[in-house]
């Protein structure tokens, strides 16, 4: 293909006929088109399953079916015809599978059988659900302290999975819990909850049609959030204002043509989704935020020296928070050459964004990966909590803090106690409820579980779904990590790199997907639960037959393991993995806000999870929401490594065609990219810098300081309207560029969109 077909036109809104011939093509390609249109009509439905994509919320009134282009990926990914079976691992050694590339993997199809690892052959073989629970059983008593094992989860697993998970985890000694979530939205659960003393979001669905103002910060929802569009759009349809901050103008934040709108589409029509577009550089948002609220704070001294009404929620701020003061003095001490410098944007620019903010009584603010994976990620998120504080914009109709979050159940598996550093309150809940003393330490996240595999205190790696040797930063020195550990599990429905950095014993246990129908010992048919971004909980139950017959639910997995590693005397394993219900019973006993479970999550459209802050209730230490304590950074020294010529930026990010490591395809529509992911999106006047064009090939060398050679080679350079010094180009690939040791504040989440590099001229 020559390079004018891999770099084109953009299209001109997101959704639209576009989205439509993906879904076909989606369904033609899963080998089951017939079952899958079927399937799709279950999405998001009372009486149907969850969507597996995101986590955005469903419409409380919503009797039209649900989804997007990318939902439609997702159920088609999973729902395939293909199959890995023994066979196939018999035909591929585990050292050939390790050349292929992720999407090659996974679209072999669906694991059908438990895989032992033979480091003999070098070949996974079939075993016995009951001879690979005794063997990882066998391999975890051997270890010489549970800390020497890290049990992982990501975001996919279901609230009843990850809370028998935690359980069986706990029990055998150990608080380590890397998630998924410590390269997600961490900071968000640091940063909100020193704020507004809880780590969730404060808005309902319902809250998008009442907003004056919506602030779309960091994220890409046009791919990875696609449903939300409807919301933006809705809200601009109103009259009422978006205003994005984006260091790339992504086509979905600018128009949308919605799928499910008949005439829209035969019109060939879109509609906008926001009114406002501003463009700081990587990590220039707390400046923004800052400057904002300097415009806010000056307009206040204005009114007040004019006899106006006042800008501030004085009431408010006296009643609610903390720290008021000292914050406000060192907003105003921060002068405004270092908001533009830090920021990216023009003092006129953020003033105008300013005065949006001032004019509109109900402001939502929303976030994602592009706030929330950088070195100063927490102090960004407690300045946007402070900005909206000066006008009281939480805790009341259409106003509120949102930050959206990625794997559909990553809220939930952090509620009901995947943590490493869990609550009190939720620790001593357990023991009351099991009767027995628990690990009160705290356990490692992902970074201290990279460390500790990297200096070898780590001897077990067990997975809960996910793919975490491609995920993490430095990929391949923590992939090799994995090979030398004595004991690697992997719960999973596909085959991908982390099952094939085999550990000297290892597992791959194959599970039912969401979308498939789950029933227990007795034929009854078993569901699951969920939490969206907006505290929502509501059932998911699978529709489709299973993969394959062999494959057991997450829950009776788990169950499985901790009955042959502990066995059943504090706990019935048995009866729990049989019966979804009374794992929600022991749910509801040791956290008290699931009320009567088993009844609530029957009702049409599930509950909502009470949260304090949303009602003006503060469980921080001073009992107030809290105001931020730290000042605006410079950024220039840890962006600009002395000494090395033409250093830039590099954030990676998602393109339209994945969901994280899963490659569904090679193109990115909406960027005007197709049949490639080797690329890096760069302003034209530094391609001239680095004395290339486009199209050219180049590498693009780490920075980071420590003896280690990280470098990706051969990348197409893509010009692009995008700051300058600043690049982008596509995770999990530039994982490689990601170093492991570099990562935020108090949140340990990998600066995955502040990569130091430079660029040099391709070495074949
Ligand atoms: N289809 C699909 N859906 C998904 C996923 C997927 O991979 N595919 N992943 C899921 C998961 S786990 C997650 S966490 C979410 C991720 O959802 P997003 O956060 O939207 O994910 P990214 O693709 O990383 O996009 C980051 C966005 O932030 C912008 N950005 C980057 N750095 C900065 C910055 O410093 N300042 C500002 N203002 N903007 C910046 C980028 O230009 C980009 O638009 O999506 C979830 N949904
Ligand atoms: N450089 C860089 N790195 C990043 C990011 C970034 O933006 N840039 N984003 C980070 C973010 S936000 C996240 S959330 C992580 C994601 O990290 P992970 O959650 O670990 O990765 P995924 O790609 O979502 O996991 C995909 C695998 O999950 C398994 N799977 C899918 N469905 C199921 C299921 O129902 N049950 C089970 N048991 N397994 C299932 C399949 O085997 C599939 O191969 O990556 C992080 N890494
Ligand atoms: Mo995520």
């Known amino acids: 293909m020559s390079e004018s077909d891999n770099i084109r036109e953009p299209s001109k809104a997101a959704g639209g006929w576009g989205a439509l011939k993906s879904v076909g093509r989606q369904l033609m390609g899963s080998g089951a088109p017939v079952s899958n249109a079927r399937t799709l009509l279950k999405l998001n439905q009372a009486d149907g399953f969850d969507c597996p994509g995101c986590a955005w919320g469903d419409p409380e009134h919503g009797s039209s079916f649900e989804f997007c282009e990318n939902g439609v990926k997702a159920v088609a990914w999973e729902a395939t015809r293909a199959r890995v079976t023994p066979e196939f691992f018999a035909k591929h050694s585990v050292s050939e599978l390790q050349g292929w590339t992720d999407y090659d993997l996974e679209h072999q199809g669906r694991l059908t059988q438990p895989m032992r690892y033979n480091p003999e052959t070098d070949h996974y073989e079939a075993v016995s659900w009951q001879e690979a629970f005794d063997g990882i059983a066998t391999a975890l008593n051997a270890l010489d302290h549970p800390n020497q094992a890290e049990f992982y989860t990501s975001g996919r697993a279901s609230n009843e999975a990850a809370f028998l998970y935690q359980t069986f985890v706990r029990l055998f000694g150990t608080n380590n819990f890397p998630d998924c979530s410590n390269m997600c939205h961490e900071a968000s659960g640091v940063a909100l909850t020193q704020a507004i003393g809880i780590g969730k979001g404060t808005v309902l669905l319902e809250d998008f049609e009442k907003a004056d103002l919506v602030f779309c910060v960091g994220q890409n929802p046009g791919t990875n959030h696609p449903r939300m569009l409807a919301s933006l759009r809705e809200v601009v349809e109103r009259g009422a204002q978006v205003c994005v901050l984006n260091t790339l103008k992504e086509k979905g934040l600018t128009r949308f043509a919605d799928p499910q709108e008949k005439l829209e589409m035969i019109r060939g029509g879109s509609e906008p989704t926001s009114t406002h577009y501003y463009r700081p550089r990587l990590g220039g948002d707390m400046a923004v935020f800052r400057g904002m609220s300097k415009v806010v704070l000056e307009a206040e001294d204005r009114a007040q020296a004019e006899g106006r009404p006042a800008i501030l929620d004085h009431a408010f701020i006296r009643q609610h928070t903390t720290g008021f003061d000292a914050w406000c003095a060192m907003v105003r001490a921060t002068d405004w050459d270092h908001i533009e410098d830090q920021s990216g944007l023009t003092r006129d620019e953020i003033t105008a964004a300013a005065q949006l903010y001032i004019d509109a009584e109900r402001v939502i603010t929303t976030w994602a990966m592009g706030i929330t994976q950088h070195l100063h990620s927490v102090p960004t998120i407690r300045e946007i909590a402070s900005f909206m504080f000066l006008r009281g914009n939480i805790g009341r109709e259409g106003a509120g803090l949102c930050p959206v979050r990625g794997h559909s159940n990553v809220q939930g598996d952090r509620t009901v106690g995947i943590n490493e550093k869990a609550p009190a309150a939720l620790l001593d809940a357990m023991e009351k409820e099991l009767g027995v003393p628990l690990p009160r330490e705290k356990g490692h996240n992902v970074a201290q579980a990279i460390g500790a595999m990297l200096d070898g205190s780590a001897r077990a790696f067990f997975a809960l779904g996910g793919n975490f040797a491609r995920a993490v930063p430095d990929s391949t020195l923590v992939a090799q990590a994995l090979g030398r550990l004595d004991l690697t599990v992997n719960i999973a429905t596909k085959l991908n790199h982390g099952?094939?950095?085999?550990?000297?014993?290892?597992?791959?246990?194959?599970?039912?997907?969401?979308?498939?129908?789950?029933?227990?010992?007795?034929?009854?048919?078993?569901?699951?639960?969920?939490?969206?971004?907006?505290?929502?909980?509501?059932?998911?139950?699978?529709?489709?037959?299973?993969?394959?017959?062999?494959?057991?639910?997450?829950?009776?997995?788990?169950?499985?393991?901790?009955?042959?590693?502990l066995g059943s005397e504090v706990v019935d394993w048995d009866a729990l993995g049989d019966d979804n219900d009374k794992i929600r019973d022991m749910i509801a006993r040791v956290l008290p806000a699931f009320g009567d479970f088993n009844k609530a999550v029957r009702q049409h459209r599930g509950f909502w999870l009470r949260n304090p802050a949303s009602e003006r209730e503060w469980n921080t230490p001073s009992g107030l929401a809290s105001f931020g304590e730290e000042d605006l950074r410079d950024l220039t020294e840890w962006q600009q490594v002395k000494g090395q010529q033409a250093t830039f930026v590099l954030q990676t990010f998602r393109s339209h065609d994945q969901y994280n490591t899963t490659i569904y395809g090679m193109d990115d529509r909406y960027r005007g990219v197709y049949g490639l992911r080797e690329v890096i999106f760069i302003n034209p006047a530094d391609i001239e810098g680095i004395d290339a064009e486009a199209g050219d090939l180049v590498d693009i060398i780490g920075c980071h300081d420590d003896g280690r050679l990280r470098a990706c080679r051969g990348f197409r350079v893509v010009p692009y309207d995008i700051p300058r010094g600043c690049i982008a180009g596509y995770y999990p690939e530039m994982n490689e560029l990601v170093p492991h040791q570099t990562y935020g504040d108090q949140s340990f989440t990998p600066t995955s969109k502040s990569v130091v590099v430079r660029i040099e001229r391709h070495q074949p």
């Open 499 to 565: 099952h094939l950095m085999p550990g000297k014993v290892s597992y791959v246990l194959p599970c039912l997907g969401r979308t498939e129908i789950d029933r227990n010992s007795r034929g009854e048919r078993q569901m699951v639960t969920v939490e969206d971004s907006m505290s929502m909980v509501h059932g998911s139950g699978g529709i489709n037959l299973p993969a394959s017959k062999e494959l057991l639910s997450e829950v009776r997995i788990i169950a499985g393991v901790a009955k042959a590693t």
